[in-house]
DNA sequence: TTAGGATATAACTATTTGCTTATATGTTCA
DNA sequence: TGAACATATAAGCAAATAGTTATATCCTAA
């Protein structure tokens, strides 16, 4: 059923950068959309750097793709990591953070002005 | 497909234990068969506490069990942790460890006399 | 009952980690 | 062009982590 091994020491590379509950539920919400960083921001209480700096550690290891679009930068699920298969079946067994992502909706950080 | 969602905070402890290139290649090893703690010793380049802390951890955590057998201890997945499913799945993705398991095998640490 | 082997715990240390604040960089728009 | 916003990077710090050595505990067998 199952396919494609990874090394140990790559996935447990991994499985360390999904042990942090901050950057797994990054990844939980970003299977649901692309977010950029302010939209994050608004369901985590901690800085804006703390954000990135999780951000970039994912997206070094390959885990997420970033895309400027004008003055945000949206991240996303990089689906042709090595480690998107395990990425994916983790994912499989957390809840969807569906109550952030309304969260997110609700407080909708790129629209502030209302036009 | 999948099912029984762990809580993300719980989730990313058990990640994080898996986190570490010890413990996952441990969990693998396990999951060819229960092994004692002088076993496990055969393939690790690390002192005799450092693999019981490793398990301590792991049995803390509710991802092995104990069992004494005489002066041996064994420790084996208990496969009736919350966690289980999501450890099985992730040990899908990488290799099983049989040229380790050989080893251990070849040097039969719990044989030593040869009766 | 004591010696020796198997394992666990204690105490310590160096490294890593996750956060913070301060600052730099990049983008938009008046 | 420069003010304001979005994001990244730098520097510093406290806590967590993974290893070590020393020692305690538990079991077997002579």
New binding site residues.
């Given amino acids: 059923m199952q396919q494609v091994k990874m090394e140990v020491e790559q996935a447990s590379l991994v499985l360390?950068?999904l042990?942090?509950?901050?950057?797994l539920t990054i990844m939980a919400l970003l299977n649901i959309r692309e977010l950029?960083?302010?939209?994050?921001?608004e369901v985590?209480?901690?800085?804006?750097?703390?954000?990135?700096?999780?951000?970039?550690?994912l997206?070094d290891a390959g885990l997420v793709k970033?895309e400027?679009?004008?003055?945000?930068?949206?991240?996303s699920i990089n689906k042709t990591s090595d480690a998107y298969p395990l990425l994916e079946s983790v994912l499989h067994y957390i809840p969807e953070q569906t109550e952030k992502m309304e969260q997110i909706i609700k407080s909708n950080?790129?629209l502030?002005c209302g036009c």
């Avoid at 950029?36 to 921001?41: A, D, T």
């Fill in positions: 360390k950068l042990g942090d509950k901050t950057r950029c960083v302010c939209e994050l921001l985590f209480d901690m800085s804006q750097p703390s954000i990135s700096q999780h951000l970039r550690k997206k970033e400027r679009k004008g003055q945000w930068v949206y991240y950080p790129t502030r």
